[in-house]
């Protein structure tokens, strides 16, 4: 999985992508900690839930399914603003680009992206992202470094132009005379 500040910067850098009108910044946040979500599976390792069940790591809760039902309550938020089907929109591509990072990783047992519907899980045919450890602890022990500069590589360069991409999207169109 790649490291939890690297998928709010993907779903941050999302959020550029949709009119300012439609989708404000303060749904970024949102966004960000949609993103995050799917890995809260890992709690369950203290329960007795094995890696590869329905409900262990990179199980449901990194599903398209998961993505849609998260979405769906976060656009419960009070945050002002926003057309709410944009929104839902942006938080679920969020979300399931949580699932979609996982599946360009080079460990674990692959991502259940069409759970409940089929467990099976996957990976893309390309997985350049270098997996990171479970844990603090384990990162700083196992190679962190290595992760990060994979993801930097991998994410957070293409995250930081798509950006740049959205924002000067988004003033061009502020500039537009109407």
């Known amino acids: 999985m790649p490291t939890v500040p690297t998928h ?8 550029t992508l949709f009119p300012r009108t439609s989708v404000p ?17 890992v709690i369950g390792f203290r329960f007795g839930v094995r890696y590869g069940d329905f409900l262990g790591h990179r199980g449901f809760t990194h599903s398209l399914v998961f ?26 591509i969020a979300t399931a680009s949580h699932g979609l990072l996982d599946a360009l990783t080079n460990g674990g047992l692959g991502v259940a992206l069409l759970s409940p519907f089929d467990n099976r899980r996957f990976f893309f045919p390309v997985r350049p992202i270098d997996v990171s450890p479970i844990g603090v602890s384990g990162f700083f022990a196992q190679g962190g470094a290595a992760v990060l500069a994979s993801e930097l590589v991998w994410v957070w360069l293409p995250s930081l132009a798509l950006a740049g991409i959205g924002l000067s999207s988004r003033q061009r169109r502020r500039e537009r005379p109407s």
């Open 8 to 15: 709010a910067v993907v779903a941050v850098s999302l959020g």
């Open 25 to 41: 910044r303060p749904w970024w946040i949102v966004g960000a900690i949609c993103a995050i979500v799917p890995d809260f599976d």
């Open 67 to 92: 993505a849609a039902l998260l979405s769906l309550l976060a656009l419960r938020c009070s945050i002002e603003g926003g057309r709410r089907t944009t929104v839902w929109t942006y938080l679920f």
